[in-house]
């Protein structure tokens, strides 16, 4: 009983740091491509690398990091090819999604979907940005539980995963993250039984979300350590 205990205790601290480096992900305190120093974070909450590590795998499965052999953990810096191709993907599934959804939502799905989105509202207006990107994905995953096809939930749950990274850190402007009014809109056409209304809403809403990512600066030139201090040598 006692080994059990500490087994949930590890886990759950694995939990506290994975979403702590989440939030710091999609926040923008850690940008793309910065390395997560097992060591530093092992020191930080007073853990083991293994609980560390635990963490990274975890946050790896979301597609918010990359592991290199021999190389450690980096926070993922998606291409705009791959940003594209993901939301391209999403345009394709998601109002099918959203259509199966509005055919069979029971009330009780209906009220669960709202909940999620009162969460999203509180958290835009606390201005909890990285918060409200996570909440819109747990939206958009709700729909697609409702819907009630593995297949296209799992989809869905990847494709958002990989998505909160690129809206994270590329939204033009709050406005951008994932409108609330859009989401609305979805409950109230599932909750009505409206298929095809959902599948517009859905596919408009999506075509928003791409409109105010800025993919252009995912291909801005990353300058390498190296050419910095070489640069400084020439100037001196």
């Known amino acids: 009983m006692h080994k059990k205990s500490e087994g949930s205790e590890r886990q759950s601290r694995a939990v506290v740091i994975h979403d702590k480096l989440r939030l710091a992900i999609l926040s923008r305190q850690l940008q793309p491509g910065a390395k997560l120093v097992e060591e530093e974070i092992a020191e930080v909450y007073e853990v083991s690398r293994t609980l560390v590590r635990t963490a990274l795998q975890a946050l790896h499965h979301d597609n918010l990091v990359e592991i290199r052999p021999r190389r450690g953990a980096f926070v ?23 259509g199966l959804a509005a055919s069979r939502a029971t009330p009780e799905d209906v009220q669960g979907l709202q909940d999620k989105l009162d969460a999203e509202r509180k958290a835009m207006d606390s ?8 909440l819109s994905s747990a939206f958009h995953l709700r729909i697609a ?37 859009a989401h609305q809109d979805l409950v109230g056409a599932i909750a ?23 993919l252009e600066a995912m291909e801005a030139p990353r300058t390498r350590l190296a050419d910095i201090l070489l640069s400084l040598d020439e100037e001196s």
């Open 192 to 214: 009505a039984n409206r298929p095809e209304e959902a599948s517009r809403i859905m596919r408009l809403h999506l075509e928003e979300i791409i409109a105010g990512v800025n």
């Open 76 to 98: 993922a810096q998606p291409t705009m090819r791959e940003a594209r191709e993901v939301f391209d993907a999403r345009l394709l599934i998601e109002p099918v999604v959203a």
């Open 127 to 134: 201005h909890a940005d990285a918060q409200a990107v996570l």
């Open 145 to 181: 539980s409702i819907a009630g096809h593995d297949l296209y939930a799992s989809y869905v749950r990847g494709l958002c995963s990989r998505s909160s990274l690129i809206i994270g850190q590329h939204w033009r402007n709050r406005t951008s993250l994932c409108g609330c009014d």
